[in-house]
C-alpha cells in the first residue's frame, strides 16, 4: 500500500519516503537537503532546544556519499534523508550522554546496532536530540543540555524520555527519529508532540550501543524497545523494516522476519477499547471517543467493551515490579542505597515506598513477579485470539507544564499530573504505558489529529506479540483514510 502523496507540503514537513522520491526524481541532491535542514535547525532550534549536538562535517561527507551513489543506482533505501538520533544511542561523531553529567564527554568509537542498520541504509544522521536525566522523565531535561520545549506550545513538555525526538519530528527539524521505550518513552512524547511512533515487540531491535545500561554494556534489556518516531507511518514501517534484526553477537544463529499483518483492510479488523483502565483527563477522552467515531465511519468495527481479561491494578503493580527491580540493578550504589533508604522510611503504599521496595527485592519475590507477567501475557493472548487490535490511551491527559522542580529521580514522588482538575501522582503517567510494555506488545502510538486545550492527543494501538505490521497497516490504513493525524505546530510551517 502506497502511502498518500504530500508533495504539495514545504518540503521539510513532508514524509521521509516523500523526500526519498524527491532525492530520486532529482528535485534536490541530498547536500542541498541537508543544507536546508541546517538553515532550519538554525531559525527553530535556539526556542526549542531540541538538537543538542550536531556533526555537520560527518553529515555532509555522508550527504555527498549519497548523491554518488544515487548517481551509480546503488543507494540505499534511506539515501540522503537527513535525520537525527535520541541521545541515548551512541553515535560516532557525536557525544553520547543520556543526560547524565559523568558522560558529556563520552564519545564513542563505534555505533549502536540500530546506528549501524541507518547508516548503511544512507541516512545522513547529522544531530542528537534531547533527553531527561537517564532517560527517566516524563519531560526531557537534565543539566548538561537544559530543557526541551514543545513547539505547540512553549511552557508545555515535550515528554520523555525520547522528548527532544518527537518534537524535532513535529517541528520539521528531522523528518524521522530513532528512540526507545520501556516507560512510554517513543508513544507519551508521540502524543505530546502530535507525530507517530513505533514501540516493536520486545526483541525485535538490537539494544546494543544504548545507554542506559552504562556504555559497554550489550544492551538485551528487559522491556526496553528501540523503534522509530516519524510524521507518517507508512515511515514507521519503512525505518522499522531496515533497524529489525538481532544484535551482533546473535545474527550468526538467526534472523528476524516479522509476519505480515492480519488483514488488509479496514473493515476487517476486530478492535477493542479500553478507556478506564486508569486516570484519563476527560478533554483527553473526548478527543479519542470524537477519533474512535471517525473511524467506524469509515468501517471500522470498534467494541468499546473489549479488553483482555487483565486486572489493571495488577498489571501495574507488576510492572513496577519488574520495571524498578531493572532500574534498581543499574543504578549507582549511591542512587541505589538513597531511593531504597527512602523507600523504607516513607509512607506504606506510597511510590517511593514500592520503589524502594521493587529496587531491593530478592530473586524469589523477582521470580514471583515474572510469573505473574508470563500469567498476564497469556490473557493478551486469549485477547488477541477474538481480537486483532486494543485502542487505549497513551497518558492521563496532553503536554503537562514544565515541572523541573527537585533533584535527580526521586523529586518524581513528589511531583502532580492535573486530571479534571485535580492532582495525581506524577508517576501515574507510567500506567497506560505499561499496558503494553509489561507484555512485551507492539504499540503504535497515532495522533488522532484532534486538539484538546489547544494541544495534540494520540492513542496507542497495540497488537499481538510479533505482529508489529498490524497495528503498523491498521495506522497507514486510518492515515489513508481519514488523512495524516499530524498537523504543524503554531509557527513551523
Not at 531496515?242 to 476486530?270: C, M, N, T, W
Request: proline content about 8%; some cysteine.
Amino acid at each position: 500500500m502506497t502511502a498518500p502523496s504530500d508533495t504539495a507540503t514545504p518540503l521539510l514537513l513532508r514524509t521521509a519516503r516523500s523526500l526519498r522520491d524527491a532525492l530520486d526524481r532529482r528535485e534536490i541532491s541530498a547536500v542541498e537537503l541537508l543544507d536546508e535542514q541546517l538553515v532550519r535547525y538554525e531559525a527553530l532550534n535556539p526556542s526549542l532546544n531540541l538538537v543538542v549536538a550536531t556533526d555537520i562535517e560527518g553529515a555532509r561527507a555522508a550527504a555527498k556519499a549519497a548523491d554518488a551513489a544515487m548517481a551509480r543506482g546503488e543507494a540505499g533505501p534511506l539515501a540522503g534523508i537527513p535525520m537525527t538520533i535520541k541521545d541515548v544511542f551512541e553515535v560516532v561523531g557525536m557525544p553520547a550522554t543520556c543526560g547524565i553529567p559523568e558522560l558529556a564527554e563520552h564519545r564513542p568509537a563505534r555505533d549502536a546496532d540500530a546506528v549501524e542498520a541507518l547508516r548503511a541504509a544512507g541516512a545522513v544522521i547529522w544531530g542528537k536530540t534531547n533527553v531527561p536525566t537517564g532517560a527517566v522523565d516524563h519531560q526531557s531535561f537534565n543539566p548538561i543540555y537544559g530543557i526541551s520545549r514543545n513547539p505547540w506550545n512553549l511552557d508545555r513538555t515535550t515528554g520523555g524520555s525520547s522528548g527532544g525526538a518527537a518534537a524535532a519530528v513535529a517541528a520539521g527539524l528531522t523528518s524521522i527519529e530513532l528512540g526507545s521505550d520501556i516507560g512510554g518513552s517513543i508513544r507519551v512524547p508521540s502524543h505530546f508532540c502530535g507525530v507517530y511512533g513505533s514501540k516493536p515487540s520486545w526483541g525485535v531491535v538490537s539494544g546494543r550501543g544504548h545507554i542506559p545500561p552504562m556504555p559497554g554494556a550489550r544492551g538485551k534489556t528487559p522491556l526496553g524497545v528501540y523503534g522509530p518516531i516519524a510524521r507518517s507511518a507508512f515511515d514507521l514501517e519503512w525505518v522499522l523494516d531496515i533497524i529489525v534484526g538481532p544484535d551482533d553477537l546473535d545474527r550468526k544463529a538467526y534472523s528476524i522476519a516479522l509476519p505480515p499483518s492480519r488483514h488488509k483492510r479496514i473493515g476487517d479488523f476486530r478492535i477493542g477499547l479500553w478507556l478506564d483502565a486508569y486516570p484519563l483527563d476527560d478533554a483527553y477522552r473526548n478527543a479519542i471517543e470524537i477519533f474512535v467515531d471517525r473511524i467506524e465511519r469509515i468501517g471500522a468495527k470498534v467494541d468499546r467493551n473489549a479488553r483482555p481479561n487483565v486486572d489493571p491494578s495488577i498489571n501495574f503493580d507488576t510492572y513496577l515490579a519488574v520495571l524498578m527491580a531493572l532500574e534498581g540493578a543499574g543504578a549507582p550504589d549511591n542512587a541505589y542505597a538513597e531511593q531504597v533508604a527512602a523507600g523504607e522510611a516513607a509512607e506504606p503504599g506510597s511510590y517511593a515506598a514500592v520503589i524502594g521496595k521493587a529496587m531491593s527485592q530478592n530473586v524469589r519475590s523477582l521470580g514471583a513477579a515474572e510469573e505473574r507477567r508470563h500469567a498476564i501475557m497469556a490473557q493478551w493472548r486469549a485477547f488477541f485470539a477474538d481480537y486483532d487490535l486494543l485502542i487505549c490511551p497513551i497518558f492521563p491527559c496532553v503536554a503537562f507544564p514544565h515541572d523541573p522542580s527537585g533533584n535527580g529521580h526521586m523529586a518524581q514522588y513528589d511531583r502532580r499530573l492535573i486530571v479534571n482538575g485535580k492532582p495525581i501522582p506524577y508517576l501515574d503517567g507510567l500506567k497506560w504505558p505499561g499496558l503494553a510494555t509489561l507484555s512485551e506488545l507492539p504499540a503504535t502510538a497515532v495522533p488522532t489529529g484532534i486538539l484538546a486545550d489547544g494541544l495534540p492527543t494520540g492513542v496507542q494501538i497495540i497488537a499481538p506479540y510479533l505482529e508489529d505490521r498490524t497495528t503498523l497497516r491498521f495506522a497507514q490504513l486510518l492515515e489513508r483514510e481519514l488523512g495524516s493525524g499530524y498537523r504543524v505546530p503554531p509557527g513551523c510551517d
